[in-house]
Structure formats: C-alpha cells, structure tokens
C-alpha cells in the first residue's frame, strides 16, 4: 500500500508539473513530509536518524524567494528541536544546489526582500544562514552552487559535492553583497587570501578547485552527492553521540567565539570533561576488548 501511495505520488508530481522522471525521483518523499513542507519549496525525508532537506525551486534553479527561506527555516528548526535525528543534509532538487536569492523576484517586487537588520533577532534573507546548530549538517551540491547558494552552503560542516558542480560569488556582478555570512564564514573555512580571491572576483570555482581550497571536503560523481552525503552522515552519527558534539562545539567556538587561546583551551577541557565518564569509560572497554584496531570504525 505505501509503495502504491509513493508511486502516485510521483506520477502525480511528474503530470502537474510536467517535470523530468529524474528529478520527480529525486523528490519522491513520504505524504507526511509533503504535508510537512506545505506548497513544496521545500521537501524533507527522513532516512532512519538522517534528515534531507531538500529545495525544490528546480525551474528557477533552486534560488530562494521569501517563502522559500521561511521554509527552510522550519525545517532546521524542526532537525534542531527533534532528539531522534542525528544530522542532516541540506541539497537542491533538479541538478542545483541553489543559484542565490531569486533576483527576478526582487526586481519585479523591492518589497519581497525585507531585511531584519539585528541579526540576533531573525533569520537572513537565504533564511538558515544566521543559524547555528548542535547537530552535524552536510551540503550535497551539485550544479550551481553560488551567491546565496554558496553561502546556504557554508552553514553545513561539511560538503560532499558532484564533479561539475560550481561555486562562485556570481553576485559580484550584479551589485548584491554578501550578507548571509559569506565573508565570515568563508574566510575562516578556506583562508583570507583564498576567500578574497572568490569574493573580489566572482569568478567560477570548480568542484576539483574547491576540493584543493578546502572548501569541498569530497568529490564524488555526478548524480551520486545526494547519497553519498546521506551514507556520510550516517558513519557519523554511528559516533558516540555526547562526545562528537562536544568536540564539534569546541571547534565552532575556538573558530568563531573564543577570545583568547585560552579561553578556547579552557572550553575545549571543560566540554570535553563532561562526556568522559558517560561515554570514554565505555569506550576504552570496547577498546581493550579489540573493537577498533589499526584505525577501523
């Protein structure tokens, strides 16, 4: 019955939209999750403890309006508050990862960009850029990933991405800043010089070039990201819980909040105290009794 139900789905998908059969499978998703995400910009599945996050704007090449960065907020907010989900991965429906914030809407209507100038108050214009999680996030990209897509991209810890996928600050160009954290997130993720060389240029970066910047953490074939970047998540999440996060948490902090080398040791020490006696004791008996040799997991 439920794989009837998918299958209708589907077909249902592929008549009103008139889409491609690849990319209806790619939106495949239980009713629960079409019911979730309202007029379906934005599609999320679960996959045992990993939760995909999906942008469906495939037309427009998944770049982002007002209601769909609203959905997108929700959606991270429902990963963040859920404790039965370990990750997530954030990817764009139809061959994109996501071309920015959509430019035509905003040329046909200044309204449709209302800016919340506190950025401790609300969420950005890409919606989920300002947030930041407890939680592992993966960007699968593919096709177009600049602008606000590059930036959305930049909210993930790590990147598994296609082998033509490519990143620029396409923006550049056309007179739109960078204020979905582009310039604080990339420079510290790759380095100054290199992020300037994307930021003053615009210019295209492939996947192989983000590869060796750092700011692709894998490579994979086109067509494969998607999976690829949910198999990843869920090696990570077959971690001890407590203890990744804490060193995940200790990380973002010495990078973004710590003011001293110090304050980021005292931290790191404090954090990671917690989670010795409920985790590492565990650990090293599995340990002494031969799991984990010679660095397998």
Same mark, same amino acid.
């Given at each position: 019955?439920?794989?009837?139900?998918?299958?209708?789905?589907?077909?249902?998908?592929?008549?009103?939209?008139?889409?491609?059969?690849?990319?209806?499978?790619?939106?495949?998703?239980?009713?629960?999750?079409?019911?979730?995400?309202?007029?379906?910009?934005?599609?999320?599945?679960?996959?045992?403890?990993?939760?995909?996050?999906?942008?469906?704007?495939?037309?427009?090449?998944?770049?982002?309006?007002?209601?769909?960065?609203?959905?997108?907020?929700?959606?991270?907010?429902?990963?963040?508050?859920?404790?039965?989900?370990?990750?997530?991965?954030?990817?764009?429906?139809?061959?994109?990862?996501?071309?920015?914030?959509?430019?035509?809407?905003?040329?046909?209507?200044?309204?449709?960009?209302?800016?919340?100038?506190?950025?401790?108050?609300?969420?950005?214009?890409?919606?989920?850029?300002?947030?930041?999680?407890?939680?592992?996030?993966?960007?699968?990209?593919?096709?177009?990933?600049?602008?606000? &897509? $590059?930036?959305?991209? /930049?909210?993930?810890? #790590?990147?598994?991405?296609?082998? =033509? +996928?490519?990143?620029?600050?396409?923006?550049?160009?056309?007179?739109?800043?960078?204020?979905?954290?582009?310039?604080?997130?990339?420079?510290?993720?790759? &380095? $100054?010089?290199?992020? /300037?060389?994307?930021? #003053?240029?615009?210019?295209?970066? =492939? +996947?192989?070039?983000?590869?060796?910047?750092?700011?692709?953490?894998?490579?994979?074939?086109?067509?494969?990201?998607?999976?690829?970047?949910?198999?990843?998540?869920?090696?990570?999440?077959?971690?001890?819980?407590?203890?990744?996060?804490?060193?995940? +948490?200790?990380?973002?902090?010495?990078?973004?909040?710590?003011?001293?080398?110090?304050?980021?040791?005292?931290?790191?020490?404090?954090?990671?105290?917690?989670?010795?006696?409920?985790?590492?004791?565990?650990?090293?008996?599995?340990?002494?009794?031969?799991?984990?040799?010679?660095?397998?997991?």
């Amino acid at each position: 019955m439920l794989l009837k139900s998918a299958i209708g789905v589907r077909l249902w998908i592929r008549a009103s939209w008139n889409l491609p059969a690849r990319t209806v499978r790619l939106m495949s998703t239980t009713s629960e999750s079409l019911h979730q995400t309202g007029n379906m910009n934005v599609i999320t599945e679960r996959h045992g403890t990993i939760l995909t996050i999906g942008i469906n704007r495939p037309d427009a090449r998944n770049a982002v309006n007002p209601e769909t960065a609203s959905q997108l907020v929700q959606a991270f907010k429902e990963f963040e508050k859920d404790p039965s989900l370990t990750a997530a991965v954030l990817h764009g429906l139809g061959g994109n990862f996501c071309a920015g914030f959509d430019l035509k809407e905003l040329a046909k209507n200044t309204t449709s960009l209302k800016l919340e100038q506190d950025v401790t108050l609300g969420p950005g214009p890409m919606g989920p850029s300002r947030m930041q999680f407890s939680k592992p996030v993966i960007a699968s990209v593919s096709g177009y990933c600049v602008a606000g &897509g $590059l930036e959305l991209s /930049l909210l993930a810890d #790590l990147r598994v991405v296609e082998e =033509s +996928a490519t990143f620029g600050v396409f923006c550049r160009r056309f007179g739109v800043p960078l204020i979905d954290g582009g310039t604080v997130r990339l420079p510290q993720l790759i &380095g $100054l010089s290199r992020a /300037l060389d994307l930021i #003053l240029t615009g210019r295209p970066v =492939s +996947a192989q070039e983000a590869y060796t910047f750092g700011l692709a953490n894998r490579v994979v074939p086109d067509g494969q990201g998607l999976q690829n970047a949910i198999e990843l998540a869920k090696q990570i999440s077959g971690f001890p819980q407590k203890c990744m996060r804490s060193d995940r +948490a200790s990380a973002y902090y010495s990078t973004f909040d710590a003011t001293s080398f110090t304050d980021a040791m005292q931290y790191e020490f404090d954090h990671g105290a917690e989670v010795l006696a409920e985790e590492s004791i565990a650990g090293a008996s599995r340990f002494t009794a031969g799991e984990g040799r010679k660095g397998k997991l």
